[in-house]
């Protein structure tokens, strides 16, 4: 057998077979994106350390000596694989070297791999070549698995070294990992009941521990037989976190336990979940506080915790979660003021803060949040003006601040803001007029300023509003005549224009609309109310 074909063998037997997978090395190639560790990507690392090596040569080599895997003492001295950061995902690339090793050689973190110096089996002077046959390689030459913190890979042997030093083949660590999965599972099931005491969750039972708990109901695995999606919404589940082993699910993206009666903390051993995508946690009775370790989940996309009684401030950590798209965590009571650093999502397109005790003022830097789409505020205690920075959020749909202290004048760059369906300033301490701007918002369905101290006449441009169907400016300091364009609205149901000083006739065009409520009361108005108002028997509130 030629050198090649000999090295090419012993990294065959040196690698493991595809069922290692399942044990969620993490271990991907950076050339061709799969498992470093698979049977089939031998022939990537063979060319791969080839074309390395032929640039990282010593000097001293003969030009001539091309193939680098003749082993005449020209040979390897270490071999594993170097991390390398890119942004917020890892990359492996193959790092080889030809001088004199260390005793021990950090590959990237400590906590994702690492090669540690073998010696030979008569426990003599280190072995440092790598030969041209399987028992050439150091026999206890291992690689932390990550995923499996208590596994190791022990090179040339296809087999793994658990904590005990118990050695496992490929397919017994597979049924080892499984069974940290549903020992986790069943023992946090054992901690759960409902409201009548039915059997919780039947089908996850411990009478196969060595079998995957993919066929478990609301339980789904990915494609290696690993739990990443475990959705017990909607459930009726009363119980807490505490004895859930989240450091047992290395691979979990889904975590759905909204609609329960789940109590207690949201621990802070949460934060292990570092594959999360996806985060519901809402409409339970969660107390205490957001624990900061939850910005650890660096992949989060979704994060749910509304309608739970959790206190305290936002946590800053929060900031991290550089992919994070939406944030829900209304109805709470939670207090502080909005971080300034959530400008540093630039992912997020809805932000749900509402009902909660927050106070302070609107953060100007949320104005680079250009991928927002929704954002509600309201029932807090934010105070100051609204920020002019909002002219980038060319997105937005929907801006609803009401119930707050909010003063100053409505800005008038919100008109430019034209992707805008809902306005909603209701309720604050609003002065100034009415921008008239807001009539270039053609998309706005929803436009409520009521009860503010908004003055000054209605502009008539809000009459080019046609797909309005709510609009409410009672409750405030209004003068002048209703305006005439109002019958271009045909879309208005509800028109709310009470507690104000407008005077004048009100206009005929409003019987051509398709009114259900109509609240014009405590104004001047004078002459009669137009024929055909009533809409046929729609109309259905008349004030």
Same mark, same amino acid.
Not at 228 to 248: A, E, I, K, Q, V
Not at 322 to 341: D, K, M, V
Not at 506 to 523: F, G, W, Y
Not at 529 to 540: A, Q, R, T, W
């Given at each position: #057998?030629?050198?090649?074909?000999?090295?090419?063998?012993?990294?065959?037997?040196?690698?493991?077979?595809?069922?290692?997978?399942?044990v969620k090395s993490g271990c991907l190639c950076a050339i061709c994106g799969r498992c470093m560790i698979a049977e089939t990507h031998y022939e990537c690392?063979?060319? #791969?350390?080839?074309?390395?090596?032929?640039?990282?040569?010593?000097?001293?080599?003969?030009?001539?000596?091309?193939?680098?895997?003749?082993?005449? @003492?020209?040979?390897?001295?270490?071999?594993?694989?170097?991390?390398?950061?890119?942004?917020?995902?890892?990359?492996?690339?193959?790092?080889?070297?030809?001088?004199?090793?260390?005793?021990?050689?950090?590959?990237?973190?400590?906590?994702?791999?690492?090669?540690?110096?073998?010696?030979?089996?008569?426990? =003599?002077?280190?072995?440092?070549?790598? !030969? *041209?046959?399987?028992?050439?390689?150091?026999?206890?030459?291992?690689?932390?698995?990550?995923?499996?913190?208590?596994?190791?890979?022990?090179?040339?042997?296809? #087999?793994?070294?658990?904590?005990?030093?118990?050695?496992?083949?490929?397919?017994?660590?597979?049924?080892?990992?499984?069974?940290?999965?549903?020992?986790?599972?069943?023992?946090?099931?054992?901690?759960?009941?409902?409201?009548?005491?039915?059997?919780?969750?039947?089908?996850?039972?411990?009478?196969?521990?060595t079998v995957s708990p993919c066929n478990w109901y609301r339980v789904s695995c990915n494609e290696n037989g690993s739990v990443n999606r475990l959705n017990?919404?909607?459930?009726?589940?009363?119980?807490?976190?505490?004895?859930?082993?989240?450091?047992?699910?290395?691979?979990?993206?889904?975590?759905?336990?909204?609609?329960?009666?789940?109590?207690?903390?949201?621990?802070?051993?949460? @934060?292990?979940?570092?594959?999360?995508?996806?985060?519901?946690?809402?409409?339970?009775?969660?107390?205490?506080?957001?624990?900061?370790e939850i910005g650890q989940m660096r992949n989060l996309v979704t994060l749910h915790l509304n309608r739970n009684q959790l206190i305290s401030s936002i946590?800053?950590?929060?900031?991290?979660?550089?992919?994070?798209?939406?944030?829900?965590?209304?109805?709470?009571?939670?207090?502080?003021?909005?971080?300034?650093?959530?400008?540093?999502?630039?992912?997020?397109?809805?932000?749900?803060?509402?009902?909660?005790?927050? =106070?302070?003022?609107?953060?100007?830097?949320?104005?680079?949040?250009?991928?927002?789409?929704?954002?509600?505020?309201?029932?807090?205690?934010?105070? !100051?003006?609204?920020?002019?920075?909002?002219?980038?959020?060319?997105?937005?749909?929907?801006?609803?601040?009401?119930?707050?202290?909010?003063? @100053?004048?409505?800005?008038?760059?919100?008109?430019?803001?034209?992707?805008?369906?809902?306005?909603?300033?209701?309720?604050?301490?609003?002065?100034?007029?009415?921008?008239? *701007?807001?009539?270039?918002?053609?998309?706005?369905?929803?436009?409520?300023?009521?009860?503010?101290?908004?003055?000054?006449?209605?502009?008539?441009?809000?009459?080019?509003?046609?797909?309005?169907?709510?609009?409410?400016?009672?409750?405030?300091?209004?003068?002048?005549? #209703?305006?005439?364009?109002?019958?271009?609205?045909?879309?208005?149901?509800?028109?709310?224009?009470?507690?104000?000083?407008?005077? @004048?006739?009100?206009?005929?065009?409003?019987?051509?609309?398709?009114?259900?409520?109509?609240?014009?009361?405590?104004?001047?108005?004078? !002459?009669?109310?137009?024929?055909?108002?009533?809409?046929?028997?729609?109309?259905?509130?008349?004030?």
């Amino acid at each position: #057998m030629s050198n090649a074909n000999s090295v090419s063998v012993s990294i065959n037997n040196a690698l493991v077979k595809n069922s290692v997978n399942d044990v969620k090395s993490g271990c991907l190639c950076a050339i061709c994106g799969r498992c470093m560790i698979a049977e089939t990507h031998y022939e990537c690392v063979h060319v #791969m350390l080839s074309k390395m090596n032929e640039s990282k040569k010593s000097k001293s080599a003969k030009k001539h000596k091309k193939n680098v895997w003749k082993p005449t @003492g020209h040979v390897f001295t270490e071999a594993g694989l170097k991390w390398k950061p890119t942004e917020e995902i890892q990359k492996p690339e193959i790092k080889v070297y030809n001088r004199k090793p260390k005793n021990v050689k950090n590959i990237g973190s400590s906590k994702i791999a690492k090669i540690v110096e073998s010696k030979n089996a008569n426990h =003599s002077k280190p072995n440092h070549t790598w !030969g *041209s046959n399987a028992t050439d390689i150091p026999s206890s030459s291992y690689l932390v698995m990550r995923g499996c913190p208590d596994c190791t890979l022990v090179f040339g042997l296809q #087999m793994f070294q658990t904590h005990n030093g118990k050695l496992l083949s490929a397919h017994e660590l597979l049924a080892s990992c499984s069974s940290d999965e549903v020992d986790a599972l069943l023992k946090w099931k054992a901690t759960l009941h409902t409201q009548n005491n039915n059997a919780v969750l039947p089908s996850w039972t411990d009478d196969q521990k060595t079998v995957s708990p993919c066929n478990w109901y609301r339980v789904s695995c990915n494609e290696n037989g690993s739990v990443n999606r475990l959705n017990l919404s909607s459930s009726g589940f009363y119980g807490t976190l505490d004895y859930l082993s989240f450091s047992s699910f290395p691979d979990l993206m889904y975590f759905e336990l909204s609609k329960n009666y789940l109590s207690g903390i949201i621990p802070s051993e949460i @934060g292990r979940l570092s594959k999360l995508v996806y985060l519901d946690l809402s409409s339970n009775q969660f107390t205490g506080k957001i624990p900061p370790e939850i910005g650890q989940m660096r992949n989060l996309v979704t994060l749910h915790l509304n309608r739970n009684q959790l206190i305290s401030s936002i946590p800053q950590t929060i900031c991290q979660i550089r992919f994070l798209s939406e944030l829900a965590l209304n109805h709470n009571s939670l207090s502080g003021s909005i971080p300034t650093c959530f400008a540093q999502l630039f992912n997020l397109s809805s932000i749900f803060l509402n009902d909660n005790n927050i =106070s302070g003022s609107i953060p100007y830097e949320l104005g680079t949040l250009s991928n927002l789409k929704e954002m509600y505020m309201f029932n807090n205690y934010l105070s !100051g003006s609204i920020p002019n920075t909002f002219v980038n959020l060319k997105k937005l749909t929907d801006l609803v601040l009401a119930e707050n202290q909010l003063n @100053g004048s409505i800005p008038t760059i919100i008109g430019t803001l034209t992707s805008l369906e809902r306005l909603e300033l209701q309720s604050n301490n609003l002065s100034g007029l009415i921008p008239r *701007s807001l009539g270039e918002l053609g998309s706005l369905t929803v436009l409520r300023l009521y009860n503010n101290k908004l003055s000054g006449p209605i502009p008539k441009e809000l009459g080019n509003l046609m797909s309005l169907s709510k609009l409410q400016l009672g409750e405030n300091q209004l003068n002048g005549s #209703m305006p005439e364009s109002f019958g271009n609205l045909k879309s208005l149901e509800v028109l709310n224009l009470r507690l104000n000083q407008l005077s @004048g006739p009100i206009p005929q065009e409003l019987a051509k609309l398709k009114l259900v409520t109509i609240e014009i009361s405590n104004n001047s108005f004078s !002459g009669t109310l137009p024929d055909g108002i009533c809409n046929g028997g729609k109309l259905e509130r008349l004030i």
